[in-house]
């Protein structure tokens, strides 16, 4: 099978039916990329203890046999300056490392300040390269473009530490609801350093007042597309090759099906 530079797939979801509906969705359905997102929260969502040895085993060699890029999403509210991320954040690379995914995600939280959450990700920007998994970092409402800037620029002055696997994860319903660039995500890409590696993508859309996360081509594109063909020129001008991410488990599902189609359509494969 001829690898395509842009990967597009799904992600799990609190919604679904059981843990692994959506993967089984994105295997029938075709999918080259999945996102395992633990989003437990009371009696709903799953965390990753639901899925023992031989189910890690299972997704690994599924995935494999059928070409899936395995990326995973550790849980929101992890903050790695928090004394208590260490153990979770570990636990989850080593989930990540036991279904072959090769990338995990967090998001920035910038509150205490950009250089006090960069210092307190460091360990994890080593264990991460020391077991082979890539690590992205990604925007959320509260953090705009400027907090990415210097993030990285800290990051590029960092001695004797390996950074190469470290990118952003450029969340484009996100980055339409930040206060700067509320309902113009085209602004906050254009607002970030050319340099900064992007590396994964969570693609869902909003119209500006809540984090609803539409399937991509149901709300505002659907009416009008020319944003995210601005946003697909964007990151080719940034030769980004990694994986994007549909962030919704939709009625029906076949909505991800069609956009996973019009993306392809205008991005072209290769």
């Not at 075709?30 to 023992?52: H, K, L, M, V």
């Amino acid at each position: 099978m001829t690898q395509k530079r842009i990967r597009i797939g799904n992600q799990t979801s609190f919604a679904a039916l059981s843990v692994t509906h959506p993967f089984e969705y994105a295997v029938s359905s075709g999918f080259d990329a999945f996102e395992w997102f633990p989003d437990r929260n009371g009696s709903t969502g799953w965390n990753i203890s639901f899925i023992d040895d031989l189910g890690r085993r299972s997704i690994k060699d599924t995935a494999m046999e059928k070409g899936i890029v395995l990326s995973v999403h550790a849980p929101r509210w992890v903050n790695p300056v928090r004394t208590e991320a260490r153990e979770i954040l570990i636990n989850h690379f080593m989930f990540a490392r036991d279904i072959g995914a090769t990338l995990l995600n967090i998001h920035l939280f910038s509150e205490e300040g950009i250089e006090p959450y960069v210092k307190a990700l460091i360990p994890f920007i080593k264990y991460s390269a020391k077991v082979s998994i890539k690590l992205s970092v990604e925007n959320t409402p509260l953090t705009g473009p400027e907090g990415f800037n210097e993030m990285f620029a800290f990051l590029s002055h960092l001695k004797d530490i390996d950074v190469k696997h470290v990118g952003m994860c450029l969340d484009i319903g996100h980055a339409n609801l930040t206060d700067s660039t509320r309902n113009d995500y085209l602004k906050f890409v254009d607002r970030l350093n050319p340099a900064i590696p992007i590396i994964h993508i969570h693609l869902h859309e909003n119209y500006g007042d809540r984090d609803s996360h539409l399937t991509i081509f149901t709300g505002p594109s659907g009416e009008d597309d020319t944003g995210i063909r601005e946003l697909m020129m964007r990151l080719k001008e940034r030769n980004f090759s990694g994986s994007i991410i549909l962030e919704q488990w939709p009625e029906p599902h076949m909505l991800l099906n069609q956009a996973r189609d019009r993306l392809y359509e205008i991005i072209g494969r290769e």
